[in-house]
Every structure is written in structure tokens, then in C-alpha cells.
């Protein structure tokens, strides 16, 4: 049994304060004595408990307005901060909702937390980021280390097929537990994910309306379901407007530029007629299998289109800018949240699965294919 992994958190840093003397290093300050709720009530003139209801975000509607925002202006004054811990004790909570996710670096990550500590910190609680480098193994040693500490509730966004087991177990424990882009067939779970299917739908109908016959695909695992659900909603569409769609080996493990250009070399080696358009799982990923078709002699959009997936920062700026799916990512993490606060107010609450509906972008990597096109 491996000793379980130390936790990547992400969470904001209260630095102390320090003072210099010249010609010594840096001493720290001495503490001023706490400021308590009867501090800011004799300040404010109000009873502590008036003070405790406007500084808690779950019953300061109980305050009126003005004494709310006076009450809270004098608490910022006199520097008084709550205590957290004796505020958790007193509900049987810690305050804080652990956000689990696959890989910190993967740019589509960002913006899903953004939207879920904007949902989340209103309300008084903390996300405590959790990493899993994309494995089960260590998704369940972060789990169960999660609920050694009483977490509130667990917000999971880096779930594969493989991990229904783990799941069930996990919401044996009876702590809210919400699902955020990636589903786990099988197991009944709040859900808040995009709608893949039309996202793979969206992108052959582009190219089969441009008038593409011959398409491909580089795709994501097929172990995730939202690279599932894109590459189903894809193959559905092309095979119903009897188009062809050309199968290609393999898999992208994590959607880079390297994968696209790996899965791409295995399109254009290929000694058969070559596919007037492919839809990548990733901008990434085509971003590395369009360079690579410029390699081979290949222009983007006169002889191949090229699609990508999530509409990243920049690749507008990519020669040609891309045709991508854009995908709401910050709306998911509000929305995610919310269902999150819904599932801490009652565990029991009917399942709700909620998909977000992405859309397409035109850029000036895709047109028409060479047979088609006038001139």
C-alpha cells in the first residue's frame, strides 16, 4: 500500500508582516491582539450577534442593508477576521469544498475554476484544488485523504470509465459529491458537463455542408466521455449524410501538439486516398497535425480543413486562424458550483444531470474542398 500523495492545493497565501531594522535582517512583526465580534458590535453599536448574521455570507439577508455594509466596513477597519475552524465546528463543517482535477496545466482547466471559486467563495467556501496527474490510482489515494479531513463536499472533474467502483464507494461516504466535465457511465451522479455529442455533431456539419466527403478524425481517449461522446457525435453525422469517414489508428493520451502530429503522420502515410478534412479532440492537437501537413507539402485550407476543439486563447492567432468548437468552460464551473451549494443544502435532493451547449467558430482553416471549389 502506497503511502498516500501529498495534496497540490491552490488556495490563496496570507503573508505576515515583517519589519527591518538597518543593518539586521527581517524580524516579524509583533501580533496585535485579535479582533473579536464583540470588538466590532462595540464599534458598530449593535448587539454581536447582528454582527455575526451581516458577516456570514449564508445569513447576512437576515441584516438590513445599511447595517450590513456599515458592520462590514468596520470589521475591514479593525482588521477583524473570522474564525473559520470554531465557525465549522459549530455546523459540522470545515468550510471548505475540495475541486479535483487532472492536469493544472492543461489550459482548459483555468477557466472552470475560475467560475467555480466565483460560485463557491460568495457563500463562505474555500476550494481546495486537488491534482491527479490523470491517475485512477492516485485520484483514489486523494480521495480517500479527503475524507480523512471531513471535507464538506468533493467536486470531481477528472473521472474516467474505469472509475465506477471508486465512485460508488466514494458516495457510500454520503458527502456531496458533483461530477464537472466528465462523466462516469453507470454511476448516479450530479453531472454538469458540456454536451460533446453536439460538439462532434457541429463540427461534420460544417465540413460536410462545405462540401467534404472524405473526413477523419484525430481523437482523445476513449476511456474519457467527453472525447466518447465527440467522436460518436461525429461518426453519427458523417455516416448519416453518407459521407466517408476514414479511421485512424490510436489515440491522443493528452491532447498536445505532439499527439497531433503523431496521429496526423499515420493520415498521410497512408498509401490510400487522404481525407479533405479533419476534426481534431483538441486545438492542440490540430494545431500539430495541421504544421505537420505543411511539412508534407500540404496547404491549409486549399488542399485539407482542419477543426479543432475548445476554442483556446490564441488560436485565432495560428496561420490559419482555426475553426474550433468553443465550449462555455467558466459558465461550467458556476454552473457546477451552484449545484455543488444545492447538494450541501440537502444530500438527499433528486440527481441532476445538466449538459452545456457549445459552439462553432468559423476561422479561416476550413473551406471547401479542392474538387468543389471554383477556380
Given at each position: 500500500?502506497?503511502?498516500?500523495?501529498?495534496?497540490?492545493?491552490?488556495?490563496?497565501?496570507?503573508?505576515?508582516?515583517?519589519?527591518?531594522?538597518?543593518?539586521?535582517?527581517?524580524?516579524?512583526?509583533?501580533?496585535?491582539?485579535?479582533?473579536?465580534?464583540?470588538?466590532?458590535?462595540?464599534?458598530?453599536?449593535?448587539?454581536?450577534?447582528?454582527?455575526?448574521?451581516?458577516?456570514?455570507?449564508?445569513?447576512?439577508?437576515?441584516?438590513?442593508?445599511?447595517?450590513?455594509?456599515?458592520?462590514?466596513?468596520?470589521?475591514?477597519?479593525?482588521?477583524?477576521?473570522?474564525?473559520?475552524?470554531?465557525?465549522?465546528?459549530?455546523?459540522?463543517?470545515?468550510?471548505?469544498?475540495?475541486?479535483?482535477?487532472?492536469?493544472?496545466?492543461?489550459?482548459?482547466?483555468?477557466?472552470?475554476?475560475?467560475?467555480?471559486?466565483?460560485?463557491?467563495?460568495?457563500?463562505?467556501?474555500?476550494?481546495?484544488?486537488?491534482?491527479?496527474?490523470?491517475?485512477?490510482?492516485?485520484?483514489?489515494?486523494?480521495?480517500?485523504?479527503?475524507?480523512?479531513?471531513?471535507?464538506?463536499?468533493?467536486?470531481?472533474?477528472?473521472?474516467?470509465?474505469?472509475?465506477?467502483?471508486?465512485?460508488?464507494?466514494?458516495?457510500?461516504?454520503?458527502?456531496?459529491?458533483?461530477?464537472?466535465?466528465?462523466?462516469?457511465?453507470?454511476?448516479?451522479?450530479?453531472?454538469?458537463?458540456?454536451?460533446?455529442?453536439?460538439?462532434?455533431?457541429?463540427?461534420?456539419?460544417?465540413?460536410?455542408?462545405?462540401?467534404?466527403?472524405?473526413?477523419?478524425?484525430?481523437?482523445?481517449?476513449?476511456?474519457?466521455?467527453?472525447?466518447?461522446?465527440?467522436?460518436?457525435?461525429?461518426?453519427?453525422?458523417?455516416?448519416?449524410?453518407?459521407?466517408?469517414?476514414?479511421?485512424?489508428?490510436?489515440?491522443?493520451?493528452?491532447?498536445?501538439?505532439?499527439?497531433?502530429?503523431?496521429?496526423?503522420?499515420?493520415?498521410?502515410?497512408?498509401?490510400?486516398?487522404?481525407?479533405?478534412?479533419?476534426?481534431?479532440?483538441?486545438?492542440?492537437?490540430?494545431?500539430?497535425?495541421?504544421?505537420?501537413?505543411?511539412?508534407?507539402?500540404?496547404?491549409?485550407?486549399?488542399?485539407?480543413?482542419?477543426?479543432?476543439?475548445?476554442?483556446?486563447?490564441?488560436?485565432?492567432?495560428?496561420?490559419p486562424p482555426l475553426t474550433s468548437i468553443r465550449l462555455p468552460r467558466e459558465e461550467l464551473g458556476r454552473v457546477a458550483a451552484e449545484?455543488?451549494?444545492?447538494?450541501?443544502?440537502?444530500?438527499?435532493?433528486?440527481?441532476?444531470?445538466?449538459?452545456?451547449?457549445?459552439?462553432?467558430?468559423?476561422?479561416?482553416?476550413?473551406?471547401?474542398?479542392?474538387?468543389?471549389?471554383?477556380?
Open positions: 500500500m502506497q503511502p498516500p500523495p501529498e495534496l497540490d492545493i491552490v488556495e490563496p497565501t496570507l503573508a505576515s508582516a515583517a519589519s527591518r531594522e538597518r543593518g539586521g535582517g527581517a524580524e516579524l512583526a509583533k501580533p496585535r491582539a485579535s479582533v473579536t465580534l464583540e470588538d466590532v458590535a462595540r464599534e458598530a453599536n449593535v448587539h454581536y450577534s447582528t454582527v455575526s448574521r451581516a458577516l456570514d455570507p449564508q445569513k447576512a439577508f437576515r441584516v438590513s442593508e445599511a447595517t450590513r455594509t456599515r458592520v462590514q466596513a468596520i470589521a475591514r477597519r479593525l482588521g477583524y477576521l473570522p474564525d473559520v475552524m470554531a465557525s465549522g465546528l459549530k455546523r459540522g463543517r470545515s468550510q471548505t469544498v475540495a475541486v479535483v482535477v487532472g492536469d493544472l496545466t492543461n489550459p482548459n482547466v483555468a477557466p472552470v475554476l475560475r467560475g467555480i471559486a466565483a460560485g463557491l467563495e460568495p457563500r463562505g467556501l474555500m476550494p481546495l484544488i486537488c491534482e491527479t496527474h490523470d491517475d485512477s490510482e492516485r485520484l483514489e489515494q486523494i480521495l480517500n485523504l479527503l475524507l480523512s479531513r471531513r471535507i464538506d463536499a468533493i467536486l470531481l472533474s477528472s473521472a474516467t470509465m474505469r472509475d465506477g467502483s471508486l465512485l460508488r464507494k466514494i458516495r457510500g461516504h454520503n458527502v456531496p459529491l458533483v461530477l464537472a466535465v466528465q462523466n462516469c457511465p453507470g454511476v448516479r451522479l450530479p453531472l454538469c458537463a458540456y454536451d460533446d455529442f453536439l460538439g462532434g455533431r457541429l463540427a461534420a456539419q460544417h465540413l460536410l455542408a462545405l462540401g467534404h466527403r472524405r473526413l477523419a478524425q484525430l481523437r482523445g481517449p476513449m476511456d474519457i466521455t467527453s472525447c466518447r461522446d465527440r467522436a460518436i457525435g461525429f461518426s453519427k453525422t458523417v455516416e448519416a449524410a453518407g459521407a466517408t469517414e476514414i479511421t485512424v489508428d490510436g489515440e491522443a493520451p493528452t491532447g498536445s501538439v505532439e499527439d497531433g502530429r503523431r496521429l496526423m503522420r499515420k493520415v498521410l502515410d497512408r498509401r490510400r486516398a487522404l481525407p479533405t478534412a479533419i476534426f481534431n479532440h483538441h486545438d492542440l492537437m490540430a494545431i500539430g497535425a495541421l504544421k505537420l501537413a505543411r511539412e508534407y507539402g500540404l496547404r491549409c485550407p486549399d488542399d485539407i480543413s482542419f477543426v479543432g476543439y475548445h476554442d483556446l486563447p490564441g488560436i485565432d492567432e495560428v496561420v449545484m455543488m451549494l444545492e447538494r450541501l443544502a440537502s444530500n438527499e435532493r433528486p440527481v441532476v444531470q445538466r449538459r452545456l451547449t457549445p459552439t462553432l467558430v468559423v476561422r479561416g482553416s476550413t473551406a471547401a474542398p479542392p474538387r468543389t471549389r471554383r477556380g
